[in-house]
């Protein structure tokens, strides 16, 4: 069954340093989204990606965080300067036809930042 | 205050007992939908319900939705210890946003 990737599963950074997690949604799938956890909290979302552009943003996704989408495949979160509160699992998810129709997620990256 | 809220933010239960969880929400919505979470995993789709359904079951699941009170349910009967996990309600709100709108969760225990 297809399934949405994620690596990678935990790193840790120190603050200050950039860090990029990536996705490999299922393939035909059009729509791309990021949403963190904090620990033990709810569910936030941060961006939803559609044909090769941003469609969607929240007020957490800030100048720090960017997404990419550079092969057709992948699909990258990147935060330039990480902060402590950026201490999280971030999963990656996607869906196929209308943008909030089944969400598909991956297992997550739990990022730590020291 | 958020859009899904989840209630009882968690519920325990022995095995075979049938386990109900409710959500409340603020806005109008085009779906309501119901996802799961095992400890420090990926969440898992259940369910999908539209704003203009009632009722709807898959398996041992039955959702049902309210719009005039801004309220959902989802019932597991017969529970398994395997049913043991967190659960959220996710709402995808009138008006064009493409976001799906997460509750807190609701840690679901089922005791053998």
């Known amino acids: 069954e297809p399934e949405v990737t994620q690596t990678p599963s935990h790193q840790v950074t120190q603050m200050g340093q950039e860090v990029i997690l990536r996705c490999v949604p299922i393939s035909n799938h059009l729509y791309f989204y990021w949403y963190r956890q904090i620990l033990g909290q709810k569910v936030e979302f941060l961006v939803s990606?559609?044909?090769?552009?941003?469609?969607?943003k929240s007020e957490i996704f800030d100048d720090q965080f960017s997404v990419e989408r550079p092969d057709g495949s992948n699909f990258t979160l990147k935060i330039r300067s990480t902060k402590l509160e950026d201490s999280a699992m971030y999963f990656c998810a996607s869906s196929w036809g209308a943008p909030t129709g089944e969400l598909f997620f991956g297992e997550g990256s739990r990022l730590t930042v020291l | 205050s958020q859009q899904g809220e989840e209630d009882p933010q968690a519920l325990s239960i022995q095995e075979g007992e049938n386990a109900t969880m409710n959500c409340s929400y603020k806005t109008s919505i085009n779906n309501l939908q119901w996802y799961r979470q095992n400890s420090g995993r990926g969440l898992v789709h259940l369910i999908l319900i539209r704003s203009n359904e009632r009722e709807k079951h898959s398996g041992r699941l039955r959702v049902t939705l309210d719009t005039s009170k801004k309220s959902s349910s989802l019932l597991i009967t017969a529970s398994r210890a395997a049913d043991t996990a967190s659960y959220f309600c996710a709402t995808e709100t009138q008006g064009g946003s493409e976001k799906l709108v997460f509750g807190k969760g609701m840690k679901l225990t089922v005791n053998p």
């Open positions: 990606f559609y044909n090769n552009e941003i469609s969607e």
